[in-house]
């Protein structure tokens, strides 16, 4: 019988210990999140952030600004961010406008306070085998979501479908790091359901519904990333979870799969950031 990896349930499990580890600190932790734009998904994330974040006990603000607002502004704001020993995590809401540069924005964030694990030296850190000041939250999410179910990545063929520097190729590394043999593919994967029929543990963060039962083998662990409404309005994932789940070992749901375990993590990566500026 096939496993549904809960999500949601882990992460409020998660959430209730770091309230608790929060209340134990000396200092209150403290998230700033910049927001570009007035765009509703994006919204819906920042102020979701910022309600799991005061809900543990940890102070959340908000710095919205407007689509044409120019980079030297942001940057300016970033370092007064970076100097402000109240702010102990900066996140910068992506997607930003076209006018800027997204390197250089998160760039100009202090790793030490990059609670996504965005910056270039913080992403150094995971490639290179060491430990970023803090790990991209849905990547970590999905290996504690494994975790968690005891499902063994030592040694097992996972297949990351997608590319991006959010999950796909930060989830590639980190499972590399557990030593996983990893495949990742993409948009330009030629002959994509071979490769996927071969996966012990199949991610897919592609952004469209595209794995269907007869590109996987039975008994494999399907993880579903992607998250978008279908033409009735129904929250759907890239995975066709109806014949999926027919013959995976486990699978998460969309919604209250991937999703929760995000937010977790993110809340995790916060705490991570305080604990290791010393300043508990």
């Known amino acids: 019988m096939t496993v549904i990896l809960d999500g949601k349930k882990l992460r ?3 959430l ?33 952030k910022k309600k799991y974040a005061e809900k543990i006990g940890i102070a959340a603000e908000i710095i919205g600004y407007p689509e044409d607002v120019t980079q030297p502004v942001l940057l300016k704001k970033i370092d007064e961010l970076n100097n402000d020993t109240t702010v102990t995590a900066i996140l910068v809401q992506l997607p930003l406008p076209k006018h800027i540069d ?14 996504d694990g965005f910056t270039p030296y913080n992403s150094g850190l995971l490639f290179s085998g060491a430990k970023p000041f803090a790990y991209p939250a849905t990547p970590r999410g999905i290996l504690r979501l494994l975790d968690e179910y005891n499902i063994e990545i030592d040694g097992k063929h996972v297949v990351v479908v997608g590319r991006s520097n959010i999950v796909g190729k930060p989830l590639a590394q980190m499972m590399l ?14 002959n994509l359901a071979e490769i996927t029929k071969t996966a012990d543990i199949l991610v897919s963060a592609a952004g469209g519904k595209i794995i269907e039962d007869n590109m996987l083998k039975s008994n494999c662990v ?27 070992s486990h699978i998460t749901p969309v919604p209250g799969g991937v999703g929760p375990m995000t937010i977790a993590s993110l809340m995790l990566n916060i705490v991570d950031l305080i604990e290791n500026s010393g300043n508990v």
């Open 12 to 14: 409020d499990k998660i």
């Open 16 to 48: 209730e210990e770091l309230k608790l580890k929060v209340a134990s600190l000396t200092v209150v932790p403290k998230l700033v999140v910049i927001s570009v734009g007035d765009d509703p998904a994006s919204q819906i994330y920042v102020n979701n």
């Open 102 to 115: 997204k390197l250089k924005i998160l760039t100009a964030i202090d790793p030490k306070k990059d609670v």
């Open 177 to 190: 790091n557990r030593n996983a043999t990893v495949t990742v593919c993409h948009s330009h994967t030629k």
């Open 222 to 248: 399907v993880i579903d990333v992607g998250i978008f409404r279908d033409e009735k309005g129904k929250l759907r994932g890239d995975v066709n979870f109806e014949t999926v789940s027919k013959i995976a």
